[in-house]
């Protein structure tokens, strides 16, 4: 597992590491997902949904700059917290960097020892479209360097 | 003899735990319930002393474990008002059941044309069963539409279950809207139409005995862990009639009379339907589950439950923004509570309240074609058994209080 985090999603998993109580933690987790701007109604299309997930969670991708900006809102607040750690805590990074995170990360908050596996499993199919859109974006950047 | 719920609850150890660091409010019944000691030291008792195969071996031990075996299988017997234990086969569980009776009954009597009548609020158990064998036999599914109140309309029932319904099956409680259904009116109604009646007793079972034989239906089924006993037994229930008439449905051991390579003939009943070795231990402690709650005595346990349902519906009511499905009458119901928060994704709700050390059941209940009539994704349900409390019944109040306070105003972090 990668061993240092970017800052800012080390901060949100650090934050949550640190609160003992599961209710406390999920309470912190949904305000990380109040912070998430909703994304414009017509990026809710089935081309965004990801699928294998309970509730309902789009997710996407822009580059701008070189940099990939993430986005994404998911209408079940754990959920939303969850995906806050992704598009607020590796917003920005270049693909590559995207790319050397490891989404296991989030065992190390403690919020999904207690979700059903369906749940866990939303978390990482929010982060396998993520990561997907972050390939295409390095292999057409490296085209485009070539 | 007073209902003594203190008692009561120091029967189930796991009751005394914590969860979460909160202490536990089991409200989700309805998926399975806790064990007794009795249950627990029983499955204990079987195996420290008298495990064997059964029905075969020419030893002391193998005779012990087949009278334990068959001894539990005429405590279902007697619960279920019967005198003939014949009519009982022992299963994995509910759905095992059905589609024994399904495939076996179904592969030979269903044919092109036919019609199964199943309510809208089926479990996914009363209902895959028979899409399957009808999708095989050209058969088709007719759904019955409920009443206001979420339990099936007679007048349209009327209308639907017609010279084509070959097949009606229902559970006589609803797992997700806890509504008591109509149980004889509907059977009248399809046995007018000489169709195969079976009733899905699983969410029954656990609050009052069946006396099956009275109720004037074909086949039941039911789960032995929803009752207090062990997951992995269930029992099919049927007219010994209709089970000699029906070929078996699994082949191996224990269910045959004779083999040759040329020609199989089949054990008598109810082993013909039992292949191969069975949840032996389970079984045995299932009985050990039945004695209990003969021992509590049904009638308290109805009474105590009644208490739970009014005092349920009433501390509900006052949740802001809960609305609940299901009758609202309490004699109409047991003590089963789905609702919806408004605002409120149920699988926030879920966790939420797991935080808090209150245990219920978030999603689509395994009953997705009634999700889709209600226009819901998913229901939180909170479902109480003979051990609950009021007081249990307060904090899930107070808890789905602070969930919808939490929900709708989220804090500034520092």
């Known amino acids: 597992m990668t061993a240092t985090l970017p800052p800012k999603l080390q901060a949100m998993v650090d934050e949550l590491a640190g609160i003992d109580d599961l209710e406390e933690k999920y309470l912190v987790l949904i305000d990380m997902g109040s912070e998430v701007p909703d994304i414009p109604a017509d990026r809710k299309t089935p081309a965004c949904l990801i699928q294998g997930c309970q509730s309902v969670v789009h997710a996407y991708t822009t580059l701008e700059g070189g940099k990939l900006r993430l986005h994404g809102y998911a209408d079940a607040k754990i959920v939303n917290g969850m995906l806050a750690l992704l598009v607020l805590g590796l917003d920005g990074l270049t693909p590559r960097e995207f790319l050397a ?17 369906s749940r866990v499993n939303g978390f990482y199919n929010i982060h396998e479209r993520l990561k997907a859109e972050a390939l295409i974006a390095l292999a057409q950047g490296d085209a485009h360097a070539d | 003899m007073p209902y003594d719920i203190d008692k009561i609850r120091h029967d189930f150890p796991i009751l005394s735990r914590q969860v979460h660091g909160k202490g536990l409010v089991y409200l989700d019944n309805g998926a399975t319930t806790q064990k007794p000691r009795a249950v627990i030291e029983s499955l204990v008792d079987f195996y ?124 006589w409680v609803s797992n997700v809207l806890g509504g008591i259904n109509p149980a004889k009116e509907l059977l009248a109604l399809g046995r007018a139409q000489g169709a195969l009646t079976f009733v899905d007793a699983a969410q029954a079972a656990p609050h009052f005995p069946l006396a099956l034989t009275d109720l004037g239906c074909d086949a039941a ?104 499905y299901g009758p609202t009458e309490p004699g109409r119901r047991v003590a089963v509570f789905s609702f919806k928060l408004d605002g409120v994704d149920p699988t926030d709700a879920g966790a939420l309240l797991d935080a808090q050390g209150i245990e219920v059941r978030v999603g689509h209940h395994c009953c997705q074609p009634l999700m889709d009539s209600l226009g819901v994704p998913g229901l939180i349900r909170a479902s109480a058994y003979l051990y609950n409390t009021e007081a249990e019944l307060d904090a899930l109040a107070e808890g789905l209080k602070k969930v919808t306070r939490t929900l709708a105003q989220p804090r500034a972090r520092a």
């Open chain 1, 101 to 117: 995170v490891d989404p296991r990360f989030i065992e190390k908050t403690g919020v999904i020892q207690t979700l059903t596996p």
């Open chain 2, 48 to 171: 420290e002393n008298h495990n064997a195969n059964i029905h075969r071996g020419a030893h002391g031990l193998g005779s012990e474990a087949t009278a334990a075996y068959e001894q539990a299988r005429g405590r279902v017997d007697r619960f279920l008002g019967g005198n003939n234990g014949n009519e009982v086969v022992f299963t994995r569980n509910t759905t095992e059941a059905v589609n024994l009776l399904a495939q076996a009954w179904g592969r030979e009597h269903l044919k092109a044309g036919d019609e199964i009548a199943l309510p809208i609020s089926e479990h996914h158990a009363n209902l895959v069963p028979w899409y399957m064998v009808a999708k095989e036999k050209g058969a088709k599914l007719v759904m019955l539409p409920l009443d206001a109140d979420g339990r099936v309309d007679l007048g349209r029932a009327a209308e639907l279950i017609g010279p084509r319904t070959k097949v009606l099956a229902f559970a």
């Open chain 2, 221 to 324: 089924a039911f789960s032995a862990h929803k009752m207090l006993g062990p997951t992995g037994v269930g029992v099919l229930w049927a007219k010994e009639s209709l089970l000699a008439a029906m070929p078996p449905w699994q082949g191996g051991g224990s269910m045959i009379s004779r083999v040759t390579p040329e020609l199989v003939t089949w054990n008598r009943l109810p082993w013909k339907f039992e292949a191969g070795t069975p949840n032996i231990a389970d079984v045995v402690a299932f009985g050990a589950a039945l004695q209990y709650l003969k021992d509590l005595g049904w009638e308290a346990i109805a009474e105590h439950e009644a208490k739970l349902t009014a005092y349920g519906l009433a501390r509900l009511a006052e949740v802001p923004g809960l609305k609940l």
